[in-house]
């Protein structure tokens, strides 16, 4: 596609169920980001793929949180036994290395 | 560690009047550059990027910002702002070997009528 597609677009879930976000990146975009966006926050980095090296995982707040990326492609953020402080926006982005990021328009996560 | 400061978390100025956003940044080389906008409910949208060269940048919507290695800085610019201006302004900054993007905590600017 054209841009950074993100899904689902709103995501309610129970508390203590896991949860899978995808995000597809621009095609021949080598770096991927997750962010995560509260309420009138800033962007809280979570990890970062790029290219085949070793992804950026010192961002995820728990070892609840895990993300795939395959083939270099479209990757997926997981949260297993979601709390209610996992409520956000989840933003994915993806680049050509070193250059200017595109946005996905998020993933709204809300936790009950 | 590499590290992006916005020191200002909300700024309000008059429809018309200039407006400054500071960004401030830690690290070694000169990084990559960039200031986002992310309006009401809208998703992230670039407004200018430094890579090198010239070291005043022109950006969309008539935004400018001009880096100064001496001060690790890389303020934003407009010489008259409109209402639709009003938004969270985010610095970023693409860092190391591997660029990773490092933000600021973002500045929200009201523009008053």
């Known amino acids: 596609g054209a841009g950074v597609s993100q899904s689902p677009s709103n995501k309610v879930t129970e508390k203590g169920k896991d949860v899978e976000l995808r995000c597809d990146p621009i095609s021949g975009h080598t770096a991927l980001y997750w962010y995560r966006q509260s309420l009138g926050q800033g962007l809280e980095f979570l990890i970062y793929f790029q290219g085949n090296s070793a992804p950026d995982k010192s961002g995820l707040p728990s070892d609840r949180f895990s993300a795939e990326r395959t083939g270099g492609s479209v990757s997926t953020l997981t949260i297993q036994r979601t709390q209610q402080e996992d409520s956000a926006v989840y933003l994915c982005?993806?680049?050509?290395?070193?250059?200017?990021?595109?946005f996905g328009q998020g993933t709204r996560l809300t936790v009950v | 560690a590499q590290s992006v400061t916005q020191p200002d978390i909300h700024i309000t100025v008059s429809e018309g009047a200039s407006l400054e956003l500071r960004c401030n940044y830690s690290?070694?080389?000169?990084?990559?550059l960039f200031w986002y906008v992310q309006s009401p409910g809208q998703g992230l949208q670039l407004l200018l990027k430094y890579f090198s060269g010239d070291t005043l940048v022109q950006g969309i919507k008539g935004f400018e910002a001009e880096f100064k290695r001496s001060q690790s800085s890389f303020n934003l610019r407009k010489p008259s702002v409109h209402w639709s201006d009003a938004a969270e302004y985010f610095c970023?900054?693409?860092?190391?070997?591997?660029?990773?993007?490092?933000w600021g905590l973002g500045t929200s600017l009201a523009v008053n009528p």
């Open positions: 970023a900054v693409g860092a190391g070997n591997n660029r990773k993007l490092i």
């Open positions: 690290y070694g080389a000169t990084p990559y």
């Open positions: 982005a993806s680049s050509l290395w070193g250059d200017k990021a595109f």
